[in-house]
């Protein structure tokens, strides 16, 4: 952690930590009035990323990828998601989060919904400002659509001799990967072993995320 001063914010982040079980009574044992922030996409969306570092690292090696089948589902045919598998255990969010219920308040945690987040960047770091005290700074004209990485990258005003002018901050190379073609009964098995996950997420949070929402319209249209 950079050194801070009094008045100072400080900001640390790794996705290790939400599922890491000893991570909750170590930041704990660290600073009992830590801050946390916490950003939630759709949990299938998620497994499909992760199978894209999958595919990432495999090819960086020279090595074929794996089916994502043989990942996320059992292995004796019948289509059915494998609750055990790595990828998997990694979006049943509410299990995760009550771990670090059991050290932080519920107003210790701010929930960003992942989603809207990559389309509506401001909306969802005005609550941030909100939520960590300060002055609202960023505004949706800091914010431009980059075609190539798919996201919003931040563009605020840099002064020059020139003038004002912007310099793009996107996400690293690592992220805006395309994600890898995935059959739809995979994607359908999955959508449907999350939506009873998903459940529990809102009876937890009191929150209905936007991938809930179209998940829901999706089913009903099936």
Same mark, same amino acid.
């Given at each position: 952690?950079?050194?801070?001063?009094?008045?100072?914010?400080?900001?640390?982040?790794?996705?290790?930590?939400?599922? /890491? @079980?000893?991570?909750?009574?170590?930041?704990?044992?660290?600073?009992?009035?830590?801050?946390?922030?916490?950003?939630?996409?759709?949990?299938?969306? &998620?497994?499909?990323?992760?199978? =894209?570092?999958?595919?990432?690292?495999?090819?960086?090696?020279?090595?074929?990828?794996?089916?994502?089948?043989?990942?996320?589902? /059992?292995?004796?045919?019948?289509?059915?998601?494998?609750?055990?598998?790595?990828?998997?255990?990694?979006?049943?969010?509410?299990?995760?989060?009550?771990?670090?219920?059991?050290?932080?308040?519920?107003?210790?945690?701010?929930?960003?919904?992942?989603?809207?987040?990559?389309?509506?960047?401001?909306?969802?770091?005005?609550?941030? @400002?909100?939520?960590?005290?300060?002055? &609202?700074?960023?505004?949706?004209?800091?914010?431009?659509? $980059? =075609? /190539?990485?798919?996201?919003? %990258?931040?563009?605020?005003?840099?002064?020059?001799?020139?003038?004002?002018?912007?310099?793009?901050? %996107?996400?690293?190379?690592?992220?805006?990967? &395309?994600?890898?073609?995935?059959?739809?009964?995979?994607?359908? =098995?999955?959508?449907?072993?999350? =939506?009873?996950?998903?459940?529990?997420?809102?009876?937890?949070?009191?929150?209905?995320?936007?991938?809930? &929402?179209? $998940?829901?319209?999706?089913?009903?249209?099936?």
């Amino acid at each position: 952690m950079p050194l801070s001063r009094p008045g100072d914010v400080t900001l640390e982040k790794s996705p290790a930590y939400f599922v /890491t @079980e000893a991570a909750p009574a170590r930041v704990w044992r660290m600073n009992t009035s830590i801050q946390l922030i916490l950003i939630l996409r759709d949990p299938v969306d &998620r497994v499909v990323s992760d199978y =894209a570092q999958h595919v990432h690292r495999r090819v960086s090696k020279e090595l074929p990828p794996k089916p994502i089948e043989s990942l996320v589902l /059992t292995r004796n045919g019948d289509g059915r998601v494998n609750p055990n598998a790595k990828m998997v255990q990694t979006s049943l969010y509410h299990r995760h989060l009550r771990r670090w219920l059991r050290y932080f308040k519920p107003d210790q945690i701010h929930l960003v919904d992942g989603d809207r987040l990559v389309s509506q960047p401001h909306s969802e770091l005005k609550q941030v @400002e909100d939520f960590l005290g300060l002055k &609202r700074h960023i505004r949706p004209e800091h914010f431009v659509f $980059n =075609a /190539t990485k798919g996201f919003y %990258c931040l563009a605020p005003s840099v002064s020059s001799g020139r003038g004002k002018k912007r310099r793009q901050r %996107c996400l690293g190379s690592e992220k805006g990967r &395309r994600h890898p073609s995935v059959a739809n009964s995979t994607l359908t =098995a999955l959508r449907h072993f999350f =939506a009873g996950h998903d459940e529990r997420l809102v009876q937890l949070t009191g929150r209905t995320f936007d991938w809930m &929402r179209r $998940n829901a319209q999706q089913f009903g249209e099936e």
